[in-house]
């Protein structure tokens, strides 16, 4: 049974977003497996703040709404995982 919102909350607008994040999530993931070995650390730390990109936009717009179910509160919580760079753990809670 999927709760209805709440007036004044932005819990449509999360539960779409966390889908977005899981995408994202999931293509981070498989990018990541198929970096190359960089000599310089520099160009690795680039490398990887490029493919976390994404879902970094994604879980600042989330952090932002204001969530009055518990759907939108999980979003939230997934949201804040992924900016603690726990994305990975972010994306297999969503499996």
Request: proline share 4%; with cysteine.
């Amino acid at each position: 049974m999927q709760a209805c919102p709440l007036p004044g909350g932005d819990d449509t607008v999360l539960i779409l977003l966390c889908g977005e994040l899981h995408e994202a999530a999931r293509l981070a993931e498989r990018r990541l497996d198929a970096m190359p070995d960089y000599a310089d650390t520099a160009q690795e730390a680039a490398a990887i703040e490029e493919i976390l990109q994404p879902g970094e936009a994604i879980a600042d717009r989330m952090l932002c709404l204001r969530a009055v179910t518990s759907e939108g509160v999980e979003a939230r919580l997934r949201a804040g995982l992924w900016k603690r760079g726990e994305y990975i753990g972010a994306y297999r809670a969503g499996r």
